[in-house]
Structures are given as C-alpha cells and as structure tokens.
C-alpha cells in the first residue's frame, strides 16, 4: 500500500530493499481502493451469513405440537404467487425459525419465510436484491459483470505482491529486531506513529490476507474459472453410469449470488429420465415435494437443508446441505444428493470425502472466508476486515505525510540505479504473471512502460515519480 517504511531517498536503503519498497507502492495505488471495498462490503456481508440470515434480519416462531408438511406450506407459497414457479425449499435451522421457499416470477427469484406450523406466509424477500445480494455483487464484480471481476482479479494478484514486498521490508535487519515488528511503537508520534502500527498490524494479518485472496482468486473468471477450478473440481466422471444435463450445479444458485460449493459449481448436473440409479423413494409412492423430504430425513439430513425443485423435464430434485449456501457451520458435512424425478431414484451422491484436495481446501477457505464456522469466526472475519481497512487508511497517510506541499507529483521511491536489479525484477514480474495472468500482466506492462516510455517523456516521469 502506498507507504513508506524509512525516509524518502534515504542512502542507508539497499537496492532491493528501494525495489521492494518502488512495487509496494505502485501496486497499493491499484490495490488499496479495492481492499477497501472488499473489507467494507465484506462486513457487510459476514453480519448477515454470521449473526442474522443471508435474506434479512432473523424471524422468530412459536413452536408448537406438529408442523404442516411441505408440500401443504409450498400450495401457500403458490397460493400467494400464482403463476411463479417453485425452485427451492429451505428447512428450517431450529424450532423457532421459519422455513424459506423460492420461487421464480416475473424473471426474478423471491423469497418466502413460511411459519412450518400454520403454513402461514409471514415474509417475502427479492433474493437478488437483498443488502446481502448487493453487497455480494459488489464483492465479485463491481455490478459491471465479467469487466468488474477482471478489475478485482488483477488486484488480488497485485495483493499477493504487496503482501511479499511488505514482509520483504519489515523483515528486521538491525535496531530492535522483532519487537519493533510484532509491537507497535505507541509512543511515537506523527508519521512514526503511522508507520509502527502500519508495519505491526500488516504483519499480523498478512498471512490470512494473502489466505483469503487467494481463496477469493479461486472463484474469479480466469485463474480461478479457466484454470484452477476446472482442475480441482469433484469428477463428474464418477456419475458416468447416469445420463447427464447440460446444465451444470451452478444453475443452483440465484443469478449472481454463489451458493454452491467450489468444487462442484461447474460440474455437470445428473438428468432425469431413465432407469439408472440406485433405489430411492420406495415404488408405488409419488415423486413430490412431501416424499423427497421424507427420503431426506431418512438418509439423515436434519436441521437446514435445501431440495431443489427440477424445473424442466430432465431436472432432478437436489437435496443438499453446505456450508456455501450457510446450511452448515462444518464444510466436512458438505452432502449432495439427487433423485430422479420420475423414478424417485438416487442418481448421484456426493460429501465432502468425495471432493478432491484442492475442493476440500477450498470448502474449508471459502467457509473461513465467509464466516460460517460459527460465531467465532464470525467475529474474527470483524476484526480481520477492520484491520484491513486500518492498513489501507495507515498506508495513505504515511504517503500524504512524507509528500512535499505543493509537490505536484506522486513521490514515488526512487528506482535503484543497478540495471541488473530491473533484470531480476523482470524475471519475477514474468513468475507473477505465469501464477496469475492478468496481474502479471500488468506488472509486466507497468516494467514496460517505466522502461521504454517514462524514460522518454520526462514531464510525465517526474509527476509519476
């Protein structure tokens, strides 16, 4: 982040240590407004998947003696939405809280809290336009689509470099060692003071940083969509004796929300309409809302769950339960299962012990990145993006500190005089860009750009310098 961790120009810096210090600060003017959007959006959302419900604020029930069956809460749901269709039953967490039904109407996905007791409608939700929806749509892409996910792909790239140049610098050399990077200095003043905390909170929270952009990297349209997710996906091809959609398990979720979990977003979904599959829902007995249920609890699902409803003729009925979707607070009890929606035969199956490493990995980081192990870490995602905000607003203020009044420039470290350093950094620059394409392929412009245009237009280097 635009910072600086010693005096401008000072003649004690090392080589390295002016070309360490010259990244960190052109990739924080890049990186910073976006840490802060994605710290900020980001308590906006883990209030919601950690204290409250992803669709609003909590609804509370009485309990009583016996709840009405789906299918009888569902006829409500249509009762009150005719023409919509249904897509998706959510089971209720606890005694006390409603069940959720979603519906498609009017080319928008709503939905419904229903009292399980008395079948009764008591909310009705925009889930595409929830404060959760909005703030999760910022957080992914800007609300500009694939041009916002790119912008956000190329600075959590660029994040990863700051990340490393700043361990580079605070790494101690001389003076007070370790302490003076683990602890702040509170009783320095002005631009010391900055700088001490800066340096001591960057430093504890690098490693989750760098943990949590690289889980976020994973869901972006390049490394993640084309690369890595591909390649860490749970095989389909263990579904090879059942007919597939062409629809994948992403087309589970709301558009532009993610709930389904990393691995299995672009595997193919199984299809309805042949005799394949293992024994289900006992024959004879209808293939409905009310006996999809039934089936569920029978092979152990309990608490919140979700069925998905098919909605064309080779759909199938989905019974899942993930911590994506904020069903669970244990990605392990991740569980997937789906039924023919003629036969009421099981498909596929697949849990967490299914899921290859790197699906495994990222369960256990996107649910760390969320906040939905529970209550703690709910509260240490809190922490963790106000800290994040401190360093970005800390990293500001150091530069705004050591620029010169009136200096019409951005005052940037000085470029270290041995070319055969810029031959080095080159070699790293084109590593970044091999690990992470689009900001690699930034730094690569930038290196090019210092190289061959600054050098020949010196009004435009001394104002960017």
Not at 306 to 320: L, M
Request: with cysteine; net charge positive; aromatic share 10%.
């Amino acid at each position: 982040m635009p910072s600086d961790t010693t005096a401008t120009r000072s003649p004690t810096l090392g080589p390295f240590h002016l070309l360490a210090w010259r990244w960190h600060f052109y990739a924080g003017l890049y990186v910073v407004p976006f840490l802060l959007m994605l710290a900020i959006t980001g308590l906006v959302m883990v209030f919601f998947t950690g204290f409250q419900s992803r669709l609003g604020m909590d609804i509370d029930v009485v309990p009583q003696a016996q709840t009405t069956t789906v299918g009888v809460q569902a006829q409500a749901v249509l009762a009150q939405r005719p023409g919509a269709q249904l897509k998706e039953y959510v089971s209720p967490r606890s005694a006390t809280l409603p069940a959720w039904f979603s519906v498609t109407v009017d080319g928008r996905t709503e939905s419904l809290a229903v009292n399980p007791y008395t079948a009764e409608v008591l909310r009705s939700v925009d889930k595409e336009n929830t404060v959760f929806a909005w703030a999760e749509k910022i957080h992914g892409t800007l609300l500009i689509g694939d041009a916002g996910d790119r912008l956000i792909e190329i600075a959590a790239g660029l994040g990863i470099v700051l990340i490393v140049t700043g361990v580079y610098m605070a790494w101690p050399r001389v003076g007070g060692g370790w302490r003076e990077v683990l602890l702040p200095d509170l009783s320095a003043r002005g631009r010391q003071w900055w700088k001490s905390l800066h340096v001591s909170v960057a430093f504890w929270m690098g490693l989750v940083l760098g943990f949590f952009l690289l889980t976020g990297l994973a869901w972006t349209g390049i490394w993640g969509g084309k690369f890595v997710q591909p390649w860490g996906s749970f095989p389909a091809s263990k579904w090879d004796d059942v007919p597939r959609s062409a629809l994948t398990h992403g087309a589970l979720s709301a558009p532009g929300l993610k709930e389904v979990p990393w691995g299995l977003e672009q595997v193919p979904m199984p299809a309805s309409g042949s005799a394949a599959g293992r024994p289900g829902i006992a024959g004879g007995q209808p293939v409905n809302l009310d006996t999809v249920n039934a089936h569920a609890r029978s092979a152990g699902f309990s608490g919140q769950y979700r069925i998905a409803v098919p909605q064309d003729e080779q759909g199938v009925y989905t019974v899942s339960a993930d911590s994506m979707g904020g069903d669970l607070t244990n990605p392990a009890g991740d569980r997937y299962l789906h039924l023919d929606r003629y036969t009421g035969r099981v498909l596929a199956e697949v849990s967490f012990a299914d899921y290859s490493p790197m699906a495994q990995f990222m369960a256990v980081g996107i649910a760390l990145h969320q906040g939905d192990l529970g209550l703690w870490s709910a509260w240490l995602n809190v922490v963790f993006c106000l800290a994040v905000v401190f360093v970005c607003v800390s990293g500001v203020v150091m530069w705004w500190k050591r620029r010169p009044v009136r200096a019409g420039r951005l005052v940037a470290p000085m470029a270290p005089a041995d070319a055969a350093l810029w031959k080095s950094g080159a070699v790293v620059m084109l590593l970044v860009a091999v690990a992470f394409p689009l900001s690699g392929a930034v730094l690569v412009g930038v290196l090019l750009l210092d190289a061959l245009l600054l050098t020949r237009l010196p009004a435009l280097k001394r104002r960017l310098s």
